[in-house]
């Protein structure tokens, strides 16, 4: 069976194309810190044998951006750069890479009385001088607060998809085009339907496809599975990322993952029937990358899953997180949160912060929490 695919226009990065009825690119990003050279040189290069097509690093001050120059000589990898906050790096890392991704929900926090249209245009400067693509990267944890407050609380597609669907207008204007979008959230029920829409109102548009903080694999790998095969199934999708929380050394995981999902699509052999429901424990937790302050995250991740595997006929969603730059917002769904500093971990239910535990004394707590929640589910139906 050959994917049919929807035609996109053609973006180039680096050596790589998407869109245009290019194969669909798979993707990872590093997870090392990005200062240490030699081992992002070396995750990088892992990942690229395993057959990525652009491999994103995370910079987020400037001495990152100063180690990006040297990795960018350590490796022939496609280089995508993520911003988080301080748009004004990418006047610093476009002459390194070959794409910038920024995320419009995140262009509030610094310089806040400028209007997000300057930032974006100082980002598309910098790609234009610099001969870079640029991804509009929204994330169901950090939508634009604009939007979101423009719509029902209950609604949290409609916002993602105003907000990208502003950008691309936005950046247009400028007379860019070599730009592709993602919309990413932790559900795959959401993800297939946020990429529809999209992708019916801008069907010219490439989208890069990913289930964020899809979690520990295999469970993680069958959530993006669920998403990818509806989607590709479909036509939409011009390059993807499994997002997999595993340790530094098995990153090419990821490619792997990818790499299979799309070998059985075209097989025809997919599993599209599973429907992710809510009717047990849902756990997520992010792919980490280098803002993760300790590496005691990914056991952290594993703990937690095999001390609540007696609540897994729960209805209830744990959100494990590696850092304190998106832990806090993108835990804001799940029942109970939980994000990683250099020596605590932060815990919350709900919106409501309970307080930062030693990573000794974090597991009972998630315990009692969980004990909690289930006690008030169990008190709710009876
Ligand atoms: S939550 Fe933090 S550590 Fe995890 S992938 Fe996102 S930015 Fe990286």
Redesign the pocket.
């Known amino acids: 069976m050959t994917i049919q695919r929807k035609p996109t226009r053609e973006v180039r990065i680096g050596n790589l194309a998407i869109g245009g009825g290019h194969p669909i690119a798979v993707q990872s990003m590093t997870a090392t810190k990005t200062q240490d050279v030699a081992a992002t040189v070396r995750q990088a290069e892992a990942l690229r044998e395993a057959g990525a097509g652009v491999v994103r690093i ?1 910079v987020d001050s400037e001495r990152d951006a100063e180690a990006l120059a040297e990795i960018r000589r350590g490796t022939t990898a496609n280089l995508a750069v993520d911003l988080q906050e301080n748009f004004r790096l990418a006047e610093l890392v476009a002459p390194h890479v070959d794409k910038i991704r920024y995320n419009p929900g995140h262009l509030y926090h610094h310089q806040k009385d400028r209007p997000w249209q300057e930032k974006v245009r100082f980002i598309i400067e910098q790609a234009v001088r610099n001969d870079c693509a640029v991804r509009i990267g929204v994330n169901c944890g950090s939508v634009d607060p604009e939007k979101k407050a423009s719509f029902d609380p209950s609604d949290s597609i409609t916002p993602m998809l105003q907000s990208a669907l502003e950008h691309c207008e936005f950046v247009e204007s400028l007379g860019f085009t070599r730009f592709c979008v993602s919309l990413k959230d932790s559900d795959p029920a959401k993800v297939v339907e946020v990429n529809r829409r999209f992708a019916e109102l801008r069907p010219d548009v490439p989208l890069h496809l990913g289930v964020t903080e899809a979690g520990l694999p295999p469970d993680g790998i069958i959530k993006t599975r669920v998403a990818f095969e509806q989607l590709i199934g479909i036509g939409i999708g011009d390059t993807l990322r499994v997002s997999l929380t595993v340790p530094n050394d098995r990153k090419p995981e990821e490619i792997v993952a990818g790499r299979e999902i799309l070998a059985d699509i075209a097989a025809g052999r997919v599993r599209s029937v599973v429907r992710l429901q809510a009717t047990g424990l849902n756990i997520i937790s ?4 280098s ?2 302050e300790n590496e005691a995250f990914v056991e952290l991740a594993q703990n937690v899953k095999e001390l609540t595997r007696y609540a897994q006929e729960h209805a209830l969603t744990i959100a494990v ?3 304190r ?3 806090p917002g ?1 835990t804001d769904e799940a029942d109970l949160g939980l994000w990683c500093g250099p020596n605590r971990v932060n815990l919350k239910r709900g919106t409501e912060v309970i307080g930062a535990f030693t990573y000794d004394e974090i597991l009972p707590r998630v315990r009692e929490e969980l004990d909690r929640l289930i006690s008030q589910l169990t008190s709710s139906r009876s």
Do not use: D, I, K, L
């Not at 992010?286 to 990358?289: G, K, L, N, V």
């Open positions: 995370a992010c792919p980490s990358c803002r993760v997180m590696g850092c730059v998106n832990g993108e």
